[in-house]
C-alpha cells in the first residue's frame, strides 16, 4: 500500500506540475509582445482577408486598427489576431457629450463582431495637447462605461494615444508632463490608473533624429554598444527605451489619491505603457521634419534639424531591432515587455505629407516585403 500511495502520489504532483506549466505558458496573442498597425489610406491595398492570411503566415497576432471598417472586422474573426481599435477623432465630440452614442458605437463596432478578439479601445489619437484635448477623457469615460454595461471590462481596456511631446525633461527621470499637457494628462492617469488600463504613446526615435543633429543615427537604431545617457544608475543604449522611460517618469510623478501606495510610489506608478506606433521610413528625406515629437532627450546648448534620406537598410535595422528587443522591457522597467505595434503594415499612398509618410510600410501593397522582418 505504501507504494501504491507513492505511485499516486508522484501521479498526483506530476499532474499538478504540468497544470502549473500550462497555466503560466503564456500562448497566442496575449503572449506576443509586437504587433502592427493596419492603416488604409491606400487605393491599391490588398483585400482583407488576403491580409489575414499575409500576417498569419508571418506569425503577427496583433493589430491596431485606426478605425472600425466592417469588412476588415469580418476577416479578422476566428483568426486568433488581437484587435487594438481606435475611436477615431472625428467622433469624440459626439462620444463625449453623448453616453448613448459611445453605447451605440460600441455596439455597432464591438459587440456586433463577437468572433473578434477585442485587446483595447483607444479614444482619441494624439488630441493633447490641442483644442480637442478637453474632449478625451469624458469620451474615454462614456466609453469605458458602455463596455462595462456591456459585460465586456474584463477583457477590453480603454485608454487614450498620446505622443512623446506630452513630456519634457532629461534625463528620463526627470520626465514630467508639459504645462501645456498636465491639466489634462494628470486625469487621465488617475482614470487609467483607477481602471488598470495603460497609458497608449507613439515612440518616434526617427523623427527625434531628424530633428535633432546631437542624436546619433546609431542610438536612434539601437546600434550602439555604449552607454549614450547615464541616469543615475540606469544606461540607456537606445532612444527608444530613454523617450519610454521619460513618461515613466512623468506617470510616477502623478497623485492618485484614495490608492494605496505600493513601495512608495502611488498606483500609477504601476500604469503599464503600450506603444501604439513606432517604426522607420524606407524612402523620402526628411530636412527639419515638422512633427509633434520632443527631440529633448539628450543633452544639447543648440540642436539643429538634419537632411537625411531614409534607406531601406536603416528601415529594416530599425524595425528589426525593435522587434528583437521589446520584450526585454527598459531601463525602468527591465523585464516587464513594452508591447508595440510597429508603424505601418502597408506602405500607403493616399497619405498625406511629405514622401516620407506613404514609405512607413513592411510590405507593398502587392505584398510583397519591403525588406525581411522576423517575428517572435
Known amino acids: ?169 532629461f534625463p528620463p527621470s526627470a520626465g514630467v508632463f508639459t504645462p501645456q499637457a498636465m491639466p489634462f494628462m494628470v486625469p487621465i492617469v488617475q482614470f487609467l490608473a483607477r481602471t488598470g488600463a495603460p497609458l497608449m504613446v507613439t515612440v518616434y526615435p526617427y523623427f527625434a533624429y531628424v530633428q535633432n543633429d546631437v542624436i546619433s543615427l546609431d542610438y536612434a537604431l539601437f546600434r550602439a554598444n555604449y552607454d549614450v545617457v547615464t541616469d543615475g544608475s540606469l544606461r540607456y543604449r537606445n532612444l527608444f527605451d530613454a523617450l519610454v522611460d521619460t513618461v515613466y517618469s512623468a506617470i510616477e510623478k502623478v497623485d492618485v489619491p484614495g490608492l494605496q501606495k505600493v513601495d512608495g510610489l502611488d498606483s500609477a506608478a504601476r500604469i503599464p505603457i503600450k506603444v501604439t506606433e513606432s517604426g522607420w521610413p524606407s524612402r523620402g528625406r526628411s530636412s527639419g521634419y515638422s512633427a509633434a515629437v520632443d527631440a529633448a532627450r539628450i543633452p544639447s546648448a543648440a540642436a539643429d534639424a538634419k537632411v537625411y534620406d531614409a534607406t531601406v537598410s536603416d528601415a529594416s535595422t530599425y524595425n528589426q531591432n525593435l522587434v528583437n528587443h521589446v520584450a526585454q522591457g527598459t531601463p525602468k522597467r527591465p523585464g516587464t515587455p513594452v508591447d508595440t505595434y510597429v508603424f505601418a503594415l502597408f506602405n500607403e499612398n493616399l497619405k498625406p505629407g511629405a514622401e516620407i509618410e506613404q514609405n512607413f510600410g513592411l510590405f507593398y501593397p502587392n505584398m510583397q516585403p519591403v525588406y525581411n522582418i522576423n517575428f517572435p
Request: charged share 10%; with cysteine.
Open 1 to 169: 500500500m505504501a507504494g501504491l500511495r507513492g505511485d499516486l502520489y508522484f501521479t498526483m504532483l506530476v499532474a499538478i506540475l504540468l497544470l502549473g506549466l500550462l497555466s503560466a505558458a503564456p500562448n497566442g496573442a496575449e503572449a506576443q509582445a509586437v504587433g502592427v498597425c493596419y492603416g488604409l489610406n491606400g487605393n491599391n491595398l490588398p483585400p482583407p482577408s488576403a491580409v489575414v492570411g499575409l500576417l498569419r503566415s508571418k506569425n503577427i497576432r496583433k493589430v491596431r486598427l485606426f478605425e472600425p471598417n466592417r469588412d476588415v472586422l469580418q476577416a479578422i474573426g476566428n483568426s486568433g489576431i488581437e484587435v487594438n481599435l481606435a475611436v477615431p477623432n472625428s467622433e469624440l465630440q459626439n462620444i463625449a457629450n453623448n453616453p448613448s452614442a459611445a453605447g451605440s458605437w460600441v455596439a455597432t463596432n464591438i459587440q456586433a463582431h463577437p468572433a473578434v478578439t477585442f485587446g483595447s479601445i483607444t479614444v482619441g489619437n494624439e488630441l493633447i495637447p490641442g483644442p480637442q484635448a478637453q474632449l478625451v477623457l469624458p469620451a474615454m469615460q462614456n466609453i469605458y462605461n458602455s463596455i462595462q454595461g456591456a459585460g465586456l471590462g474584463g477583457r477590453i481596456k480603454v485608454s487614450t494615444v498620446v505622443s512623446t511631446a506630452v513630456t519634457t525633461g
